[in-house]
């Protein structure tokens, strides 16, 4: 019998600046979800902890350094429901600090957004329902 994913675990931050607004970046042409601003983030890889995974992607996504140990779960939301196809579960995380200077190394557009701003964005169902239950 093949054994199948039931879930695929995602990690996001929830990056805030001096001024309260929060960074979200714009999902390339060629992903799913394309034109749609979502919190940054990516995959969390076989045997890895979630802040771990978040680390390694926002390093690999922004050029910007996080600390494992300076992340603070935030909330989660899932997509699907892991029969026709594994579900999406989204962790998300509140970053108090890092290091560097945001940059789009993929080619993304990012941009920091105030909260009445972010409720005019296009963004993916996940990254809109967790910011509708982060926000309150």
């Known amino acids: 019998m093949k054994e199948s994913i039931a879930f695929m675990p995602v990690a996001a931050a929830c990056l805030r600046d001096r001024e309260g607004r929060f ?5 390339l042409p060629h ?14 890889e076989a045997q890895e902890l979630p802040e771990a995974a978040l680390a390694r992607e ?3 996504e922004l050029g910007i350094m996080l600390d494992p140990q300076g992340l603070s779960p935030a909330g989660f939301a899932r997509e699907g429901d892991g029969v026709s196809a594994p579900a999406i579960l989204l962790l998300l995380f509140d970053v108090a600090h ?6 789009g190394c993929e080619g993304q557009n990012w941009a920091w957004f105030d ?3 972010i409720e005019t964005l296009p963004m993916p169902p996940m990254d809109r ?8």
């Open 115 to 117: 909260e009445k701003e």
């Open 31 to 44: 992903k799913r979800h394309a034109g749609l601003w979502e919190f940054p983030g990516g995959k969390i």
């Open 129 to 136: 329902h967790i910011w509708e239950k982060y926000k309150k």
């Open 23 to 27: 960074l979200l970046q714009q999902m």
């Open 58 to 60: 926002i390093h690999e």
């Open 98 to 103: 890092w290091q560097g200077s945001p940059q």
